[in-house]
Structures are given as C-alpha cells and as structure tokens.
C-alpha cells in the first residue's frame, strides 16, 4: 500500500512516469563523507557514470559504511540469532489476497495451497508470503485489521500447511486502522498475540519504514519488515525492508540497506509495472530478493513471461550460493571488460574461499554474447544461469541476467553445484515481454423461476444508455485494467480522488423492489424454505436486536440470491438499482446499509461484485478505509469478495428484482 511520506512535498507537480526526488539514486562523495540526514536513509547509492572511477568509489563505500556503523554503535545482534536466520535468505516473498481465486476456491469454501504454489511456479517459488486480509475491504463495518485474520476459520491451519511446504509466513500490520472496534489493549500487543495464534514468521509494516519502540519491544525475536527504505538506526531491529519504488543508476548501484548490513534482506518491488527488468537486475547484482506481486488489492499485474524466466533462473542461484552472497567479500562492479561495459553489460563480483560468483546484467535490448569478464579462468568456471561449461564467450540476455561460478584451481565443487547446472540447463528461459493481460468476466447465477412483481415495486423501461457512474479511485481499480500502469508511487490528487465513467449499459425491462429485504422478511424465509448455508459463520450478523423491519444483514451474495429464488425474483444488477433509484417509490430502509447487486466478477485470480446506496457506518481516520456514508445512486463501490462467511457484514444487506414481460418499446429513461 502507498502511504504519503511527511518529506514528500508539492505533489500536485509530479510526474507519475517520472521517478520522484526521493525515490533516485543518492551521489556519494568522495571519501564516503556523507550528511547522515541524506546518507543514513538514501534508497541507493549510484554508481558514478565513468568506470574509471569505480574502483574509488567502493572504497568510498567501504568507509561510508564503516564510518556509519561506528556512529551508530552498530551491533548486528539480532541477526546472529539462528532462529531468524531465514530472512537473511528469503530472497521470493510474494503478497497474497487471503481471497486469491488460486488460494481459496469459493465454490467449494476452502484453502488450497497446493493450487497456488502450482499455479506460480513459472515465477520460481518463494521462501515467504505476506497473507494480505484487510485492506480494501476494512471499512465496511466497525470490524478491525485484527478481526479480519481471527475472524477466519481454519487460518492457523492455513499457516501449517505452508510451513510444511517449506514457506515462512508473514501477517500485515495496518497502522492506520484506528477508526474500527478498539478493544481496550495496544495494537503491539494484539500483534504479539497474533503472531503466537498463528504462530507466524514475520510482521510487514504497512505504510511504515519501520516500527516504533512500543511495536519492536512487543515483537523482540520477531522479523519486522518495513514498506520502502528502513533508516540505518533502525536496521538494529528490522531484518528486512521492501525497496520498493527504487531508481537505479546505468551501471546498477549499491543498495545501502544492504550494503550496511548484509544480512538485512531486501524485496525490491515496483507494483504498477509490466516490465520488471530493472529491478530484477538491481537485486541480482545486490544479492537481494524480489517481491513477487501479480494482484495488487483485486487487479491483475500479472508479470511476462520474460521476466518470470529471470526470475527462476536468478533465485536458483541465489537460494543455491545464499552463503557466497551473505558471507562472501562483495566488490560491486568490478570484473567487467570494458568492451562489456560499453555494451551495457556489468559485473560485480562476490567471492567466499575457493568460490567465486560473477553476477552480470545486460541493461540493453538486444542479447550480448562474449565473455563479460576480465579475469581469466585459471580453474572450473560454469554458467549457474544457463548449466553449461563456459569456454570464451556466453550469452547475456536482453534486458536479462548471467552468472558464472569460478573455481579456484583444485577446489572441491560446492555440493550444491551439480544440481543446480542440471535445473538451470533444463530450463529453456523465455523472451516474451508482452502483458499477459485478464479480464474479469460477470459472473451468471442460474436463472431463478420469476413471480409477478408487487405493485410498489418500481418499474424501469428497457432501454440503451449513457449511464454515469461514479466511484473513488483506489488501488482496487473499478472494473478491468489497472489504476495506473508503469508508474511510480501514485499520490494525491491522482489517488482515492472522485471519478466518475460513461458507460454504455443496455438494460430489459425491470421492476426493482421498492426498499430492502427486511430482517422479518428474511427470517420467514428461513422458516419456511429450510435454508441454511454452506458456511453458517457470520450467518445474520447485526440481525440479533434489530427492528424486524431494518434491512437483514449478515448475509452473502448467496445468502441474498438464495432469498430472491425463493422468492421468485433476482438481484437486481447495478445498473437496474441505479436506473430504479432516480425514480419515485425507490426508498431505503433503516439504518442504511449498501446493497448487494447481481455484478459478481471475476478475472481467474479475485473475485468482486459492486455494491450500491452506501450506508449509515463509516469508518473514520483514514482514507485507506472503504468508503461509507450514504452514496449517491451513481456512486459504485469495488468489493472484493471475502471467502468463510467475512463477507457477511452488518453494513450489507439487499433488494431484489423481477424481470418484466418485453412490451416491444425501447425505453428511454
């Protein structure tokens, strides 16, 4: 999630496809004498445009480093304990909607795993995930981020199995919900507690770089990792950080988290993008990790396959030589020729006894084959990234990553070795960069056997429209596409602004129920007809002490659609509750609450339906809430569908609808 940063100023002037002052590269200077204002928080140190000048230039950064650790008192303690030694090597951490189609099945209400790890296995398999639970759905009711994880049956049991697939689990921690149900105890130690009832792995932080002392003394002996650049001071206690919205140098700089301490692990990440090859080649020649994100709060941001395949072939080298990359002597950008330099091809170079590993980057377009390396082979030298024995030259992909192992004369082959050549050969790579787009399709409920309308309810002709609808832009988007496309961090006034779209609508003829399914209503329903639902969790929330003639809540779409067959009606779709709601005789019932229409989408990866009326909750203190109140009948919101009953709120309730015989007239309203 972005979160405006207090040093982020004039943002009405920023250009989205520009990258921000705070998100380039910082200059050392001579010497590594830096402000540690600028030095102690810079996102990454760029390398200097003249090779000539790289080898002065990691001696600069060997004393900024050196100088900066003993400022601090530097101590590096809680990186020596062997129970988090993981972080250190978690280099694919991917974040996860709890509700993600290839994680939950909706149909059949339950967790699989095996789906999802299967389903991403192009991308090379992670050592972590982010569970994301919250965030865009908290808001609807007085819920908090708290309830949204406890609230889950079967959630511990969904920790386990990926423990046991090898996986370590992180839960997200939402500093700014502060407007939902407070339970009288601090957020550190509702945290805390969590993470033992889940017994979780990590914490991510976010909309924080880090976490304040009342949160890390909770959480002592627990990974903490915070959203975008984790300040020096505080590498002390956070063993891992995103870098996320980086802007790299031509020839790839250092990143300075890491650089400062090498064990602190870090998931470079730029949300928006579909070309992923920059920070792809920025974490390879760092020794660092990727956050892997292909649905960003219910859009799709799937990656090509070009980059999944640099993705594989660099995280089977790095898990693989994890100790030459955390232990090893590092000497960013040294070892290049300088006709691979002129070529856009660049070297570092890592080297721990015997072994030897040359990370290399092509920043150009076009494939470059020769031999990137100035010093000769004088023992075994391979291609870890292609499987094969190097003799003279190897191939550098476009826009891609090498890497070449040396070993020193005599030296036993790492144990690792073998294995890892035999997967990188059988791996034929990709060069297809091309967007592998979805589309999120309407989802259609079996028909029911529809009755004759009620007089009140309110007709609505056939017709083709011009319909204006209007929503709030948030990182949901609204029905296909993404909110924003190779772009850097969005900021207001580009985010959660007022947005409004035509869209063409073609609609039959329709009567719409005059006011809601009321709670008397429904629970004749549920007399008479002997419903009981799939998943009774969270079944009539609300409903316990309300009028029989409030609005029913507590009840899924299909706990609505379930109502509306028995009753010989439908859900009204969003359109014909829009078109019913500019007309007379359309009320609401008290207290309001949004309304389920039939618009369940789904694009194979999340699930959501558009809800409409808005209602009398709203959550205040932050924008990251959903949006409450009561709405305009043109104002839609994006639902992403919770699975187990949590979509089941007791802001939600419903109408329904009865198709109209064809009457041979186009309406016109």
């Not at 505080?234 to 140098?249: G, N, P, V």
């Not at 692990?265 to 974490?283: F, G, K, Y």
């Not at 329709?510 to 799939?534: C, H, I, K």
């Not at 078109?579 to 959501?608: K, Y």
């Amino acid at each position: 999630m972005t979160h405006a940063d207090p040093d982020e100023a004039a943002t009405n002037t920023i250009n989205p496809l520009v990258p921000r002052p705070i998100d380039r590269s910082t200059t050392l200077p001579p010497g590594g004498r830096i402000d540690p204002e600028a030095g102690d928080i810079a996102k990454i140190f760029a390398a200097p445009a003249d090779p000539a000048d790289w080898p002065a230039w990691r001696e600069d950064l060997a004393a900024w480093r050196d100088e900066a650790r003993a400022r601090l008192a530097y101590s590096g303690k809680a990186y020596e304990n062997p129970a988090v030694r993981w972080a250190s090597r978690a280099y694919a951490v991917a974040q996860v909607w709890l509700w993600d189609e290839r994680l939950f099945d909706h149909a059949e209400q339950r967790f699989t795993v095996d789906r999802f790890l299967d389903s991403i296995a192009a991308q090379g398999g992670l050592d972590g995930l982010v569970l994301w639970h919250a965030y865009p759905v908290i808001g609807i009711d007085d819920r908090n981020q708290f309830d949204y994880y406890r609230d889950v049956p079967g959630l511990a049991a969904l920790v386990r199995e990926f423990h046991d697939r090898g996986l370590r689990v992180f839960v997200d921690y939402n500093p700014w919900d502060t407007g939902t149900r407070r339970t009288g105890r601090g957020d550190a130690d509702e945290l805390a507690d969590l993470m033992r009832e889940l017994d979780a792995d990590g914490i991510f932080l976010d909309t924080l770089k880090e976490g304040d002392a009342t949160l890390t003394r909770a959480l002592a002996g627990r990974v903490l990792e915070g959203e975008s650049r984790v300040a020096n001071p505080r590498i002390e206690d956070h063993l891992l950080s995103w870098a996320q919205w980086f802007a790299d140098s031509e020839a790839p700089g250092v990143q300075r988290a890491h650089w400062y301490e090498r064990r602190h692990m870090m998931h470079s990440i730029r949300r928006w993008n579909r070309d992923h090859a920059e920070e792809l080649q920025t974490a390879w020649m760092n020794g660092t990790g990727i956050l892997v994100w292909d649905a960003v709060f219910g859009v799709w941001v799937g990656w090509n396959r070009r980059d999944e395949a640099t993705l594989r072939r660099m995280l089977r080298v790095q898990r693989a030589a994890a100790d030459v990359l955390v232990d090893g002597e590092w000497a960013p950008l040294d070892g290049a020729t300088p006709e691979a330099v002129a070529a856009g091809v660049h070297v570092s170079r890592w080297t721990l006894g015997d072994v030897t590993l040359w990370t290399i980057v092509n920043r150009r377009d076009l494939d470059w084959v020769g031999d990137p390396l100035a010093a000769p082979a004088t023992g075994r030298r391979v291609d870890v990234t292609a499987g094969t024995k190097v003799d003279g030259a190897i191939k550098v992909p476009a826009r891609g990553i090498a890497g070449v192992l040396d070993l020193a004369p005599g030296a036993a082959a790492p144990a690792w070795l073998d294995a890892l050549l035999r997967e990188a050969a059988a791996d034929p790579g990709a060069t297809d960069a091309a967007f592998p787009a979805r589309e999120a399709v309407r989802v259609r409920p079996k028909a029911s056997v529809l009755q004759i309308p009620p007089n009140t309810a309110v007709r609505v002709p056939a017709g083709r429209r011009d319909l204006r609808v209007a929503y709030r832009r948030r990182e949901t988007g609204f029905y296909q596409g993404a909110p924003y496309v190779e772009e850097w961090k969005p900021l207001p006034p580009r985010l959660h602004d007022d947005r409004e779209e035509v869209l063409a609508v073609e609609t039959g003829p329709v009567a719409v129920a005059a006011n809601e399914v009321s709670v008397m209503q429904y629970r004749l329903f549920l007399d008479r007809s002997g419903y009981e639902p799939t998943v009774p969790h969270r079944f009539l929330t609300g409903t316990a002490d309300a009028d029989p003639m409030a609005p029913v809540t507590g009840v899924s779409l299909d706990d609505a659609r379930a109502y509306a067959a028995w009753a010989g009606a439908r859900l009204p779709d969003e359109f014909e509750w829009q078109l019913a709601a500019a007309l007379p005789g359309f009320t609401r019932r008290e207290p309001a609450v949004w309304n389920w229409t039939e618009s369940e989408h789904c694009d194979g990866i999340t699930r959501f339906a558009m809800l409409k009326g808005g209602s009398a909750h709203r959550s205040e203190g932050s924008d990251w809430y959903t949006d409450g109140g009561v709405r305009d009948p043109e104002f839609s919101l994006k639902f992403l569908l919770p699975g187990l009953g949590l979509e089941r709120s007791s802001s939600i309730g419903f109408r329904i609808a009865w198709d109209l015989p064809a009457t041979g007239e186009e309406g016109t309203a």
